[in-house]
């Protein structure tokens, strides 16, 4: 099957399944894509097998790992960070969050989780909401994947005026370089923390003063005047793609930080983005995206400003261009999601449940390698499906038992993640020696371990033997040890308290808030 019938393909049955709402579509069409990738060869991570550096920046659609627009890195290794305007702190990578990879020498160096936009909810529209004079567009067709939406809500409807949010997603701009993202996430905040964080823009700049220290950013003036005292400002000009850091004071955002929005140095030799074309210039054969110009190897054919378009493999910087030898246009995996990891929390017969925090439906799934079918607590699965629309949920449409489930009889020298959900066990807790037990919900007790790469997320680790309440664990298993990824309390991330109610449609319409 040639690339054109297999794009050709995944559109219609896009259609079908966000206009129809047909998930039948999905259960019979989804062995044909994948196959048709898996003859293409697949995608390779930029820089790595290159021997060289590489940048991959794109959505996590999956994890594995993390998958980031469809190419799973192994992240067991690295403690994403976050940069909130002030520090670079560590995080937690969620589904549908905009991250940027970096790699050197065939090992990934560094994750960093880059939300678009941070403020206040100012308008409400039929399909979009507009923050800090920014819209966003909520997506409820294909683009990678629909809108999920997190911090205690479900869908579009739970948003209010003046909610605060963390908007992630794909950043467009139109003739007047006024700025839309098409949200992939978008997280409600608690407004306390509306005083103790700063509000965040993305976008380009236009209108800059030659006078005073002002630009706009779509219809948002930024003020950098304070920031520009202290600051080399120099790479501020109009059309330059930036991320500004501030507070809103008389209309005006005034900035505390300001960043260039770049996807890569002249070091970087493998790409691999993707993002909406902002223009073409046939003569020269090159596109635009994401603020950035490039040659493409291949002739520039059926391509037009608009469409999605992802660049990955070499990247060379001659005289000037950056010259990238491949690209996909509206590529096959947009809005397939892949999870790679151990059964949690598994309710109705087991057809529920959650793999690395994410909801699971896999009542119509087509189920394969399972004893029995047996999808209990702790099974290794990996798992191929779709996000449901307006809901953090992913409906299943193949599931694969890893068999044996036990991790000692699981391949040699190869990290494999498992999640965990249970109570510090302080007995058996020892700060000095980094190691803890938790006792799981059956009663059996794991034995984890912790180093410097493993994130507390508002956790103590000095106070951990005393901890009191339930605790979510991911952990990497290799030669007879558990080594804590992440530990959090139960709650802090929406995934944690979400349960269905369920219905005969095959997939979770509703929800109940489960705080216990």
Not at 225 to 254: C, I, K, M, P, Q
Not at 437 to 462: D, P
Request: charged share 20%.
């Amino acid at each position: 099957m040639d690339e054109f019938l297999s794009i050709s393909i995944l559109k219609m049955v896009n259609f079908l399944f966000h206009k129809c709402r047909n998930f039948e579509v999905y259960k019979w069409i989804m062995p044909i894509l994948l196959g048709v990738s898996a003859c293409g060869g697949g995608l390779d991570l930029a820089g790595l097998g290159s021997g060289g550096t590489g940048v991959n920046q794109g959505t996590v659609i999956g994890f594995g790992s993390i998958y980031v627009d469809g190419i799973e890195i192994d992240d067991s290794g690295v403690v994403p960070i976050v940069d909130n305007g002030k520090d670079s702190m560590p995080t937690i990578v969620e589904m549908g969050e905009t991250v940027k990879v970096q790699s050197l020498n065939n090992g990934v160096q560094k994750i960093e989780v880059i939300p678009q936009v941070i403020g206040f909810i100012e308008m409400i529209h039929s399909d979009s909401v507009q923050v800090n004079r920014q819209i966003i567009q909520i997506n409820d067709v294909m683009a990678k994947i629909p809108t999920i939406f997190a911090g205690g809500i479900s869908k579009f409807s739970d948003l209010t005026l003046g909610d605060m949010v963390e908007v992630h997603g794909e950043i467009h701009t139109d003739r007047t370089q006024r700025t839309k993202i098409l949200a992939t996430r978008i997280i409600k905040l608690n407004k306390e923390l509306g005083s103790s964080i700063l509000l965040k823009v993305s976008g380009v700049v236009s209108e800059l003063s030659s006078n005073v220290s002002i630009f706009s950013m779509g219809d948002l003036t930024v003020d950098f005047t304070e920031y520009a005292r202290d600051a080399d400002t120099s790479y501020l000009t109009n059309s330059a793609w930036v991320e500004v850091f501030g507070t809103l004071e008389g209309g005006r955002l005034v900035a505390k930080k300001i960043k260039a929005l770049a996807l890569f140095d002249s070091s970087v030799n493998a790409l691999g983005v993707g993002g909406f074309v902002e223009s073409i210039d046939e003569k020269s054969n090159s596109i635009t995206i994401l603020g950035t110009t490039f040659v493409l190897k291949n002739t520039v054919t059926n391509i037009s400003p608009g469409d999605y378009i992802n660049l990955n493999g070499k990247l060379t910087h001659t005289n000037g261009k950056n010259v990238i030898d491949s690209y996909e246009l509206n590529p096959k995996y947009l809005g397939i999601v892949q999870l790679k990891g151990s059964i949690d929390d598994p309710i109705d017969g087991g057809t529920l449940f959650k793999v690395r925090d994410v909801p699971v439906d896999a009542r119509l799934a087509t189920i394969s390698n399972c004893v029995d079918n047996n999808l209990s607590e702790g099974q290794i699965v990996t798992i191929v499906g779709v996000q449901q629309v307006g809901a953090p949920v992913v409906r299943a449409t193949s599931l694969q038992c890893v068999v044996p489930v036990s991790p000692v009889e699981l391949e040699k020298g190869r990290p494999r993640i498992y999640s965990f959900l249970g109570t510090i066990n302080g007995q058996i807790c020892n700060i000095e020696a980094g190691s803890v037990a938790i006792t799981l919900a059956s009663g059996e007790s794991r034995s984890l371990f912790w180093n410097n790469t493993s994130i507390w997320y508002q956790l103590e680790k000095s106070n951990i033997c005393q901890f009191a309440g339930k605790v979510r664990v991911e952990a990497t298993y290799m030669d007879g040890n558990y080594a804590i990824k992440t530990i959090r309390p139960l709650g802090i991330k929406d995934a944690d308290n979400f349960r269905a109610t369920g219905n005969s449609k095959g997939h979770w319409d509703a929800y109940l808030l489960d705080d216990d």
